[in-house]
């Protein structure tokens, strides 16, 4: 396989030097598939840089009106710069096809990892919640609040830096939201109610997530929505006694998973959080 540290290709739309097309690429293997198309390991033949592409079909698209959403999807992916935001280096189409170039993660997805182990470290856990909290600290300097954060959208490259993908959800606003979305267990009480919501949504999953990190399961799991709902709203919060979590872990949870948003602690207090500071690996890269 061709070195990865290549440089990447040139931003063909960002730029408009260049236009891509499939012949630029040797599509190999596939990596996965998403919910409109799939996504392949390829070698940009010049460079010899290597990618994920990901390949959409347009009739998919068109048949779910989700043209606008998927060019806002596009357009926040391409302006972000950040070592943990994965890296859309540029599009490109046929009839029939939208082709993305991303970052390739050769690590895969986090979720897969967390299930392989059942939960992580308090190391892990910590370098990846870390991780995460500077990525949208950084997105929301860009007013963009991510609102679908899940390990599913969490992908690993091959030093196990964690990288945010799949801005399907994203928006990019100043004012507050209205409209209902996200996967159910990550969703905030605010979101749930379908009252307006602003970057707090986002610190509220980092609390879910820290606890799944480190229990294995999202805090308000439920046999049924409704009853996942009624937990949220009541942020019925539990810690089993198994695995042994540190106080520290659980003094961060709690003070994230606040019903009322603007308690919440902050992006920055996280980062300077006592937990964080004593268990995160500084250049968030940790080996599994
Ligand atoms: N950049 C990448 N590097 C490595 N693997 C990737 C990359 N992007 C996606 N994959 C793999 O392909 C799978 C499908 O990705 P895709 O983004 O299409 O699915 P998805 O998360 O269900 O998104 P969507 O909801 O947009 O369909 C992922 O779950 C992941 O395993």
Redo the contacts with the bound molecule.
Sequence with gaps: MADQRRKPPNQPQTTSKRQWSLADFDVGKP?????????YLAREIKSKYIV?L?VIFKEQIEKYGLQHQLRREMEIQTALRHPNV?RLHGWFHDDERIFLI?????G??LYRELRKLGHLSETQAATYIHSLTKALAYCHDKHVIHRDIKP??L?LDHEGRLKI??F?WSVQSRSKRHTMCGTLDYLAPEMVEKKAHDYSVDNWTLGILCYEFLYGVPPFEAESQKDTFKRILKVDLTFPSTPDVSAEAKDLISRLLVKDSSKRLSLQKIMEHPWIVKNAKPMGICPT
């Design positions: 990596l996965g598939k998403g919910k409109f198309g799939r996504v994920a990901k994965l991303l970052e390739y993660a050769h895969g997805e599913e959208n992908l993908a799949d399907g």
